[in-house]
């Protein structure tokens, strides 16, 4: 029987010291309810809670740890770089090094510029692209998060849409008027504002596999629409690949798509759990940036050693071991054909959204597509069914806006004991 009594203390005192006791608010878990658990450790696919609960992981720190947690060559690395400083601010080598390993592994990288998070290296981009085109809008999709940065603060996915928040105080109309917003999965509507805002539209920036409003999949023929329209009017197509790089495949989402991105964003595993971000493109694009070009960008901690050698050692071993997307591939769909064999037991209508090692389930009888067919989905249902999971010792993201992570640490056993918890929390749903 799981219980949570450190984690209820540790949440209350949080409360005193701290906005709403968390550091990001979807940790808070107000969408589902009940107590955050607050962590002690992580290994492999476990965690481990501060009552000295277990659980099998599907958020692997929203993201990063595709390979599971507290990774031994990883740790390892992390600690030798220690002793020798934990920031210079002045170039190094590893700097250069894990630039080369990027442009070797992903599609249109002729230059990169590290930064410390996925909000900046998205906001960046932007600021590039506007300064690039010399236009100033730039168009977004209903409920993709690409950062906190103001200008995404507009009909925004992941704790913006679990929150609820319409419209974010602080965020001017100023900044705002410049986002242009469409439905994801709908060219008719980008086709629409393009026209509507003729030569002053910079970029289109999309996540190419959505992960913000739930794990939602671009149909056949978005992504490459979006790519004609851009050629057709001078805009940039920004991938967003924070969520997708490096896990859709070792090129991210523009590889495993065979699409071609003008500028990509990353975050999450390209730092193996460190605070990473990046931006990249093509030369002629990214040499406006400064020191090149007059679009400023910096950061004190930017290119941080231990940053660094943890994104280093983790994407070179993502590199050499291609075979590591199949199995992840693969423990996937077991995952969601065993999801829908247990919803179909309890006959209770279930979509379930996935692409490689990203997914998640709706409480939804109709497809979901985009943030307004996620949003119909059954909110109260998946509450009850996230607690179900927790106290059977499964983690899932305390939201239906967000993404699962599956990492290859997790076993067949661990995804049959989670089909188990999940067919055992059902018959609590319809008792
Ligand atoms: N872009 C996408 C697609 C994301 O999922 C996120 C965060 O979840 C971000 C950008 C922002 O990244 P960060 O939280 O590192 O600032």
């Known amino acids: 029987?799981?219980?949570?009594?450190?984690?209820?203390?540790?949440?209350?005192?949080?409360?005193?010291?701290?906005?709403?006791?968390?550091?990001?608010?979807?940790?808070?878990?107000?969408?589902?309810?009940?107590?955050?658990?607050?962590l002690e450790k992580a290994?492999?696919?476990?965690?481990?809670?501060?009552?000295?609960?277990?659980?099998?992981?599907?958020?692997?720190?929203?993201?990063?740890?595709?390979?599971?947690?507290?990774?031994?060559?990883?740790?390892?690395?992390?600690?030798?770089?220690?002793?020798?400083?934990t920031s210079f601010g002045a170039p190094?080598?590893?700097?250069?090094?894990?630039?080369?390993?990027?442009?070797?592994?992903?599609?249109?990288?002729?230059?990169?510029?590290?930064?410390?998070s996925g909000t900046e290296a998205c906001m960046s981009a932007i600021r590039l692209a506007r300064g690039y085109t010399g236009k100033n809008k730039f168009i977004k999709f209903d409920g993709c998060y690409h950062g906190h940065a103001d200008m995404f603060l507009v009909n925004a996915g992941s704790g913006v849409a679990t929150l609820n928040i319409q419209t974010v105080p602080g965020v001017t109309a100023g900044v705002t008027n410049d986002t242009l917003i469409a439905p994801y999965n709908d060219l008719e509507a980008v086709k629409k504002l393009v026209a509507e805002h003729k030569d002053e539209i910079?970029?289109?920036?999309?996540?190419?596999?959505?992960?913000?409003?739930?794990?939602?999949?671009p149909k056949v023929g978005f992504l490459d629409g979006l790519r004609a329209?851009?050629?057709?009017?001078?805009?940039?197509?920004?991938?967003?690949?924070?969520?997708?790089?490096f896990r859709q495949s070792k090129g991210g989402a523009q590889a495993r798509l065979n699409i071609d991105a003008d500028l990509m964003t990353f975050g999450k595993v390209i730092g193996a759990g460190l605070p990473v971000g990046a931006f990249a493109g093509k030369k002629e694009i990214m040499s406006h940036i400064a020191p090149l070009g007059n679009v400023y960008q910096a950061g004190t901690l930017s290119g941080n050693p231990l940053a660094m050698i943890a994104g280093f050692t983790?994407?070179?071993?993502?590199?050499?071991?291609?075979?590591?997307y199949t199995e992840l591939a693969e423990k996937a769909a077991y995952l969601k054909k065993g999801i829908i064999d247990v919803f179909a037991k309890h006959d209770e209508p279930v979509q379930v959204n996935q692409l490689g090692s990203m997914m998640s389930l709706f409480f939804n009888a109709a497809p979901v597509t985009d943030f307004a067919t996620s949003a119909a989905s059954d909110q109260a249902k998946f509450s009850k069914f996230f607690h179900g999971l927790?106290?059977?010792?499964?983690?899932?993201?305390?939201?239906?806006?967000?993404?699962?992570?599956?990492?290859?640490?997790?076993?067949?056993?661990?995804?049959?004991?989670t089909i188990k918890a999940m067919d055992e929390s059902l018959s609590e749903l319809s008792a």
Not at 51 to 72: C, E, Q, T
Not at 229 to 245: A, H, P, S, W, Y
Not at 315 to 322: A, C, M, R, Y
Request: hydrophobic share 45%; with cysteine; glycine share 8%.
């Open 390 to 417: 927790l106290k059977r010792g499964v983690y899932l993201p305390a939201s239906q806006y967000e993404c699962w992570f599956l990492s290859n640490a997790l076993t067949i056993a661990d995804l049959d004991f």
């Open 229 to 245: 329209i851009c050629d057709e009017n001078k805009m940039l197509l920004i991938f967003d690949e924070v969520m997708t790089g």
């Open 1 to 38: 029987m799981y219980t949570y009594e450190s984690s209820k203390a540790a949440f209350e005192r949080a409360q005193k010291s701290i906005p709403g006791g968390v550091n990001s608010p979807v940790r808070a878990f107000k969408n589902v309810g009940g107590i955050p658990l607050f």
């Open 92 to 116: 190094t080598e590893l700097e250069t090094e894990i630039a080369e390993l990027i442009k070797s592994m992903v599609p249109n990288v002729d230059l990169i510029r590290m930064v410390n």
């Open 43 to 85: 290994e492999g696919a476990y965690l481990y809670d501060i009552d000295g609960n277990k659980y099998v992981d599907f958020v692997g720190s929203w993201g990063p740890m595709i390979l599971g947690h507290a990774h031994r060559p990883v740790i390892e690395a992390i600690q030798k770089k220690a002793e020798k400083s």
């Open 202 to 217: 910079a970029a289109i920036i999309v996540e190419p596999v959505a992960g913000n409003m739930g794990c939602v999949l």
């Open 314 to 324: 983790l994407l070179s071993e993502l590199n050499l071991h291609p075979e590591y």
